[in-house]
Each structure stands twice: as structure tokens, then as C-alpha cells.
């Protein structure tokens, strides 16, 4: 059975940084496509980021240049590096997998296997 768990969510001022991880079991982890989403209240949830096989990333404009993704295969693990936090940021953010094409990659209806979610509040 597949299982996400992310953490590493919290409260940070403005400005500040946060390192959330996505633990992964039940599947071939370096075989997969991982992203992440958010939802803040009252809002749909949104995408974030991707890492696609080979390393290729991609990003929401809102949180290019802040944020970054990135895997560590062997603790069958992905992150998202979080600098610059604004209070916008603030959401429940959730990692998923994905099998879709390249350029569904911000395309919510391709991932799967959704994690619980993580809580990000930034205050000003």
C-alpha cells in the first residue's frame, strides 16, 4: 500500500525559511514523478512544485526563485526547501505522485497517492 507522510510544517515570521519532507513507502520511489500542492482557506488547492525524473523542476510563478524541490532516492524522500515565506504562502501544503505527461505537470487530475498535508503559516 502506498503512503505518503509529509512534515516538517510549522509557524515562521515572514521572511523566514522551512524544509518540509514527503516520506514515501509501498513503491519503486526513483521511479516516480513527485510534486507538491497547497490549499489555503477557503481557496482550491493549488500547485506548487515538481520533480520530474532526470531532475527537471518546475514551479509556480508565486514561489519561483523561493522555493525548491528536490528527492533523496535512497530515503525514499522529497523536499521542499521554503525561503523568503511570505504570509500568502500560508496553506496546508501535500506532496503526490504522478505519471503524467510534462506538460500536465501543474495539472492537479494527474497525481495520486496524496499525503495527509502539513500545516505552513507565515506571519507578518
Known amino acids: 500500500q502506498v503512503q505518503l507522510v509529509e512534515s516538517g510544517g510549522g509557524l515562521v515570521q515572514a521572511g523566514g525559511s522551512l524544509r518540509l519532507s514527503c516520506a514515501a513507502s509501498?513503491?519503486?520511489?526513483?521511479?516516480?514523478?513527485m510534486g507538491w500542492f497547497r490549499q489555503a482557506p477557503g481557496k482550491e488547492r493549488e500547485f506548487v512544485a515538481t520533480l520530474r525524473l532526470g531532475g527537471v523542476t518546475y514551479y509556480a510563478d508565486s514561489v519561483k526563485g523561493r522555493f525548491t524541490v528536490s528527492r533523496d532516492n535512497a530515503k525514499n524522500t522529497v523536499y521542499l526547501q521554503m525561503n523568503s515565506l511570505k504570509p500568502e504562502d500560508t496553506a496546508v501544503y501535500y506532496c503526490?505522485?504522478?505519471?503524467?505527461?510534462?506538460?500536465?505537470?501543474?495539472?492537479?487530475?494527474?497525481?495520486?497517492?496524496w499525503g495527509q498535508g502539513t500545516q505552513v503559516t507565515v506571519t507578518s
Open positions: 503526490a505522485v504522478t505519471q503524467g505527461i510534462t506538460s500536465a505537470y501543474a495539472d492537479m487530475a494527474t497525481y495520486y497517492h
Open positions: 509501498g513503491l519503486a520511489f526513483s521511479r516516480y514523478k
